[in-house]
């Protein structure tokens, strides 16, 4: 059974007068009704979902990929790459599969029919929790690039885009840039009721992230003509127990990277040909694999052991070529302003989870313009302080991927399986559910021993 079979037929109707909406409906429903102030809307395009999808997924894991580098050296880090997008795949198959059958519209209401009220009320913490990490590391990077951040390890201040155009001034201090990027940029994008109205913003986001790409493939090619970049370590450096334990630190990191289980219900429910959705889950995979090896490979590359926790901060140097300045800014900017159009996608599904958390029974969001207003100004507020409270986007990678996002990406997903409350797991499916939980609980144990382990041993060596 494939995952296009599952979807409904093909409507060629207008979407905007269908439906009962009852418990297993999506947060966001189909239907939107006159007076929720839409205009017709007969479903989304494959290329519109294709780049919703993709957007969702290159964030800002694709800023950490270059450091785990660092620490699994180029073969086992692109080869994990590949291994997580193949292992994601599986876990989509698995709970639209299971959402067909039982008839749930979305991943909260797929949990809810799985394990009651509580496993819905789990679902939606773990998006609150992964989605409030996630834009919570978008705005720091932003923050990084654009007023600055200093090394933790050698106490180096990286220079920002702003302080090295202008100079230092209290407009440009990270407080103030972060303040300005919410009011004008995230607020206004937050405030689209339909996901499908974000395509063209998505689409833009990608090919930010492509300007970013081809700029640092371009640089790390002219270095390795010129030959000032040395061969980078294949394979991870092991020389004791310590350092094999910290090489689980970047599951969490590679985890985080593709977690975007959360919005394909709503993708889904809006495409025009739902029984494309696994043509579109296969191609944002492709395309974000391939984004993804080619950043960590390039990345890792150019800097080498250099190589920061958020690569971005690593273009402010001089890079060793003609304009390397502008080369480092063109770099820097690129990206923050793909952060800033990724932002909406993911804030998207965490406001509709905080909704149905804290009003299950009320009407749909989208009627309500209040709610929607102090839900979404709420929520961007903690996002914003949180922005400027947490030091580091490892820090919060760490945290998020190691609980949150590895149960939305594999332990959910593998739980639904083996419970096969349907009778519709195979072996396959159950073996794979069993690996897909073991792995997870495993690495991601040792990952927060080993992150725990580091932090006492630097503490004891301050004293």
């Known amino acids: ?37 839409f205009d017709e809307f007969n479903g989304a395009s494959f290329t519109g979902a294709v780049f919703n999808l993709s957007t969702t997924i290159v ?79 978008y705005m720091i990077i932003i ?14 201040h990286h220079a920002g885009v702003l302080e090295g155009w202008f100079g230092v001034h209290w407009w440009t201090a990270r407080f103030i ?82 977690i975007c289980h959360y919005n394909v219900h709503s993708i889904h429910n809006e495409l025009e040909d739902s029984t494309q959705i696994r043509g579109v889950v296969q191609a944002s995979l492709a395309l974000c694999s391939s984004v993804y090896i080619m950043t960590s490979l390039f990345g890792f590359l150019l800097f080498g052991d250099g190589t920061l926790d958020d690569v971005l901060a690593n273009f402010d140097t001089n890079l060793g070529i003609p304009y390397s300045s502008v080369f480092n800014d063109a770099v820097r900017v690129s990206y923050a302003a793909h952060l800033m ?49 947490i030091p580091s986007i490892w820090d919060a990678f760490q945290f998020t991927g190691a609980t949150a996002a590895v149960c939305l990406g594999f332990i959910f997903p593998a739980a639904i399986t083996l419970k096969d409350r349907h009778n519709i797991a195979t072996k396959k499916d159950k073996i794979l559910s069993v690996f897909m939980i073991v792995l997870a609980v495993f690495s991601n144990a040792v990952a927060i021993y080993s992150d725990a382990y580091a932090l006492f041993k630097n503490t004891s060596k301050r004293e």
């Open 1 to 37: 059974m494939t995952i296009g079979s599952l979807a409904p037929k093909k409507e060629k109707k207008s979407r905007k007068h269908k439906g009962v909406i009852d418990e297993n409906a999506p947060l966001l429903p189909k239907v939107q009704v006159e007076d929720a102030g």
């Open 59 to 137: 964030g800002a894991g694709i800023m950490a990929l270059p450091a785990t580098m660092k620490v699994l050296g180029l073969v086992l880090g692109i080869s994990m790459i590949i291994f997580m997008a193949f292992l994601t795949e599986a876990s989509i198959e698995l709970i639209l599969r299971f959402s067909r059958a039982g008839k749930s519209a979305s991943y909260g209401g797929l949990m809810g029919d799985a394990f009651g009220k509580y496993g819905k009320i789990l679902l939606q913490v773990s998006v609150l929790v992964n989605n409030l990490g996630v834009l919570i590391v």
């Open 143 to 156: 923050g990084d690039v654009l007023s600055g951040t200093s090394s933790s390890g050698s106490g180096v």
């Open 177 to 258: 840039v972060l303040l300005v990027t919410t009011l004008g940029i995230f607020a206004p994008l937050a405030c689209f009721k339909r996901i499908d109205s974000l395509s063209f913003t998505s689409a833009l986001s990608v090919a930010l992230a492509v300007v970013f790409l081809v700029i640092t493939v371009g640089i790390t090619v002219v270095k390795l003509i010129n030959g000032s970049i040395a061969m980078p370590r294949l394979l991870p450096d092991v020389i004791d127990v310590s350092s094999f334990f910290s090489l689980f630190t970047v599951v969490p990191v590679l985890v985080t990277a593709y």
């Open 341 to 389: 159009l990724v932002f909406p996608i993911v804030f998207f599904p965490l406001r509709l989870n905080l909704d149905g958390l804290l009003f299950p029974s009320a009407r749909p969001m989208v009627l309500d313009n209040m709610r929607f207003a102090l839900v979404t100004i709420g929520l961007i507020s903690i996002i914003f302080l949180g922005a400027n409270f």
